[in-house]
């Protein structure tokens, strides 16, 4: 592991045992967001601010990309890049692929009573609901595109 990883991975680690709750009067909800320059979190999404930015997602590494970050190599978990930035052989280590055989498609289909996503639109079986049915038309087959909200 990089120094670098490293330093991200201990940084992540200490901001999660300092979590604080939304500031919105009866908010149980963790705090994420605020001012790009302001820290910590202090709202959740549902309370957020508009022009604020979510203070606990891993953003990309390049220089003034404010993407949340998606990508780095086979055998790391924690993704450093978004897909403008990313070198070559990097994947999306951020969203989930398929579990069919030898599938690299994004998962977004399961059975309703499950709540994670293993399966994507082409090896989806009956009765199997989209688990991101509000982010459908950007979340297409391709695990190469980096999503934006």
Do not use: W
């Amino acid at each position: 592991m990089t120094i670098l990883c490293q330093q991200i991975e201990t940084k992540i680690f200490k901001s999660r045992q300092n979590h604080r709750q939304c500031i919105e009067k009866g908010c149980e909800i963790i705090a994420s967001f605020n001012y790009k320059s302001v820290s910590p979190a202090i709202y959740c999404f549902k309370h957020s601010l508009p022009l604020m930015v979510n203070r606990h997602k891993q953003k990309c590494l390049h220089e003034d990309c404010e993407t949340v970050a998606s990508f780095n190599y086979p055998d790391k978990k924690l993704a450093i890049f978004c897909f403008s930035h990313k070198f070559p052989l990097m994947i999306n280590t951020r969203n989930k692929n398929c579990i069919s055989r030898d599938c690299k498609n994004l998962a977004i289909y399961n059975y309703s009573h499950i709540k994670k996503a293993n399966y994507c639109e082409i090896h989806k079986l009956q009765l199997m609901n989209n688990k991101n049915e509000k982010n459908i038309k950007t979340r297409i087959i391709n695990p190469a595109i980096s999503f934006k909200k």
